[in-house]
Every structure is written in C-alpha cells, then in structure tokens.
C-alpha cells in the first residue's frame, strides 16, 4: 500500500491481529523449515538455503512488523537493495574461498586426536 502524499502516509495504521498471527506463525515455520534443512546434509546448498530462508524472515519482518509494507515503495527498495548486497558480498567470499581451497595442503595442519 502505498501513499501519494504526506497526509496519508501520516495517518495511524493498526494492522489486524490475525495478520499479526499469520506472521509470526509463518516465522514459526521458517525457523522449524532452517533447523529441518541443518540436519540434511545438501553439500555446498545448506548455506544458501539457510540464507534464503533467513531473507524471507527479514522482509517478513520488515514488511510488517517494522510496517515498511504501509510506507513510501523507497523505503521497500532500500531494504531490498540492503538484502540483495548482503547476498552478494555472502556469495562473493563464498566464490573466493573456494577458489584457493584447492591449492590447500592436507597434511599441513595436524589431525584432530579424539581423546
């Protein structure tokens, strides 16, 4: 919902309790859906698919709990470029620590003993 003038924007905005429910339920899910993805063993996909659910809780929470969802679309696009440069610079060091890790000598660092 966006608003064309000031007077608008101004006005109090109480957002309906079941939207509040539905929210947090959906949170509820996301964070039993992160833990039930830790304990799955996806390879290289396990960061990304907690990074992806973790963005989804952000701009959840953002959206309406922050009520970014009932102010001006810029401040929605400041959020979303803010989140899509995290992801970047994320999937930017995950690029570049792979690059060398090859080059990584195994017997360099000492085995772990169990004890």
């Known amino acids: 919902m966006n608003y064309n003038s000031a007077e608008e924007a101004d006005r109090e ?5 079941w939207a509040l429910i539905s929210v947090w339920a959906a ?3 996301l964070t039993v859906l ?11 996909m396990n960061i990304w698919i907690a990074v992806g659910i973790a963005t989804i809780k952000a701009l ?7 009520h970014l969802f009932f102010e001006r679309l ?5 959020l979303a470029a803010a989140l899509f440069f995290v992801l970047l610079f994320i999937g930017l060091a995950d ?10 000598l195994p ?9």
């Not at 992160?34 to 290289?44: F, K, R, S, V």
């Not at 959840?60 to 922050?66: A, E, P, Q, S, T």
């Open 13 to 17: 905005h109480i957002m309906p309790l």
């Open 27 to 29: 949170l509820i899910g």
């Open 34 to 44: 992160t833990a039930l993805a830790a304990q799955i063993d996806l390879g290289g």
């Open 60 to 66: 959840l929470v953002g959206l309406f709990f922050m």
């Open 74 to 78: 810029f401040n929605f696009f400041v």
């Open 95 to 104: 690029m570049d620590s792979h690059a060398y890790q090859k080059d990584l």
């Open 107 to 115: 017997e360099y660092a000492p085995q772990m003993q169990r004890q």
